[in-house]
């Protein structure tokens, strides 16, 4: 397939539609790269080309006062200073059954805090019970940074300990979380470059809930502020 060997720069607001696939806008004001396929723009991280997330407006919050969600020049930016922020997804209902769901982001941070706090994760939750799994980053006491799935019964309440923790040797970012239901299990992994891929955890896709939406979660670090740019989402119900 040949492709327009275009490429412009400017404000993302200035962007034009999408509408020549192959050609390529860098956003001065946010420094993001993005791809035309012909019919929407796509983040370009690396050699990666995503999918840009749902706009702000399109999440529901729910509960806690002190995080903002906004869109940033392409990106979905967090902001949050209190504990167990989490939005719910904007098409309630979309997961059931079989999907497949792929985050990249990357946070900014200060990693002294208090304890092992999450930084941002995934919530796939249960809509009508609360119920979800987390499944993200999160900095431990020692300033070590950690890729781990934990059960929440609730919105700020864990079930128990994490169900999978493991160490990342380069904590710079961004990060990609992949999310794989299939009509058996629920399975979850992490890469560092979006090409290799490492399983963290996986169960039977009802062992703990029926996941049927999916929700952002964000804490803070230690009563410092978090914030996280979300680059690229893409859900596949």
């Given amino acids: 397939r040949e492709l327009a060997a275009t490429s412009s720069e400017g404000t993302f607001a200035s962007r034009p539609a999408a509408?020549?696939?192959?050609?390529t806008w860098y956003s001065t004001d946010g420094a993001l790269?993005?791809?035309?396929?012909?019919?929407?723009?796509r983040p370009i991280i690396g050699g990666f080309i995503g999918v840009e997330p749902p706009l702000a407006a399109s999440w529901t919050k729910l509960g806690g006062t002190s995080a903002t969600l906004?869109?940033?020049a392409g990106t979905l930016q967090i902001r949050s200073s209190t504990n167990n922020e989490v939005w719910e997804g904007p098409s309630i209902g979309v997961l059931s059954g079989q999907f497949t769901i792929e985050c990249v982001f990357q946070c900014a941070?200060?990693?002294k805090g208090n304890g092992q706090e999450s930084l941002f994760a995934l919530a796939l939750e249960e809509h009508s019970s609360g119920k979800f799994y987390r499944f993200g980053i999160y900095a431990g006491s020692?300033?070590?940074i950690n890729v781990q799935s934990q059960n929440f019964t609730n919105r700020t309440t864990p079930s128990g300990g994490a169900t999978a923790s493991t160490k990342i040797l380069d904590a710079r970012g961004p990060f990609w979380l992949r999310a794989i239901q299939d009509?058996?299990?629920l399975t979850f992994y992490w890469s560092t470059n979006g090409l290799n891929w490492r399983q963290l955890y996986q169960t039977t896709k009802t062992s703990f809930c029926a996941v049927d939406t999916l929700g952002l979660f964000v804490n803070d670090t230690g009563g410092n502020e978090n914030v996280v740019d979300i680059l690229s989402l893409k859900m596949i119900g």
């Fill in 183 to 185: 009509s058996t299990k």
């Fill in 33 to 41: 790269a993005s791809f035309d396929d012909g019919t929407a723009w």
């Fill in 109 to 111: 941070w200060n990693t």
């Fill in 19 to 23: 509408s020549l696939h192959g050609r």
């Fill in 142 to 144: 020692d300033a070590s």
């Fill in 70 to 72: 906004t869109d940033d």
